[in-house]
């Protein structure tokens, strides 16, 4: 069997390989990876008639555009506008606008597709961060508005209310959960900060972490309504305790951005079932 016969062979072994095949072409990583990192509108993020996406740098996020409607693209408070760029400004419509004033000032985009079937990328850069929107126009579904929570923004925010508090009070010696109720039940991911139990006193939440809290970055506190939004709550840090100046009947707790930890404290009702 001649060389170059084996030399053929290999060259077809080696290109029909699962290694080679699951890479693919440029094109074909780069389509793989645009999708990976596409965020779709969901239910959940909705409020009111605003899409909100959690903004995680290098994602991209879906806009949902009709002829004869104006979608708004309503950055954060006090965030400058520095450039707008659009891969399509022909059949495109991109014109920007604020509202409010002061440490309220707000930017907004807005966007208008002048035929439906259409596809585009818009590139947003500001002050603060780069958002990278990909536009899709229909006959007749558009999105209202979208806009983003920043979750690293919050985690900031929070550790200075902490220190804050820290500073300004002294901290518990310690918290006894005498005649206290424990009607809550703990869900979700398995960190090392996941609370051992939550009680209250019928005014006060009382969510008690392990000793290691301390160690690491402490998590943000959310209050989740029945449809599934979510809001920054005020609490105090006292020790390994999270002390909330209210009563809720489920919250959150998350950490990270892109792989996102959530921890779960569901009240029960009555009968013992969480609700």
């Not at 060389?3 to 095949?21: C, E």
């Not at 035929?115 to 899709?136: C, E, F």
């Not at 840090?237 to 892109?258: M, P, T």
């Amino acid at each position: 069997m001649s060389k170059a016969f084996l030399a053929a062979i290999a060259a077809v072994t080696i290109l029909h390989s699962p290694a080679v095949a699951s890479n693919g072409s440029p094109a074909e990583r780069v389509r793989a990876g645009t999708a990976a990192a596409l965020k779709e509108p969901r239910a959940q993020d909705y409020r009111g008639a605003v899409q909100t996406y959690p903004y995680v740098e290098g994602d991209v996020f879906r806009l949902i555009a009709a002829p004869e409607h104006v979608t708004d693209i309503a950055l954060q408070e006090g965030e400058a506008l520095q450039s707008v760029a659009a891969g399509d400004t022909a059949r495109w419509i991109v014109g920007d606008t604020v509202s409010g004033a002061g440490d309220s000032r707000r930017v907004h985009i807005m966007i208008k597709p002048l035929a439906p079937g259409l596809s585009t990328n818009l590139i947003i850069t500001t002050d603060r961060r780069v958002y990278h929107v990909a536009l899709t126009s229909t006959t007749r579904t558009a999105m209202a508005a979208i806009s983003w929570s920043y979750p690293d923004d919050s985690l900031i925010a929070i550790r200075r209310a902490a220190e804050r508090v820290r500073e300004s009070a002294p901290a518990h010696a310690s918290i006894e959960p005498v005649n206290f109720g424990f009607a809550y039940t703990i869900r979700g991911d398995k960190p090392a900060w996941r609370p051992l139990r939550a009680f209250d006193d019928g005014r006060q939440v009382f969510i008690e972490f392990p000793a290691t809290l301390g160690q690491g970055e402490a998590p943000p506190l959310f209050i989740t309504g029945d449809d599934g939004s979510a809001e920054l709550v005020n609490y105090r840090v006292s020790g390994r305790f999270y002390i909330v100046d209210r009563l809720f009947e489920r919250a959150e707790l998350r950490h990270g951005a892109k792989k996102q930890v959530i921890v779960r404290i569901v009240r029960k009702s009555p009968s013992g079932a969480a609700k």
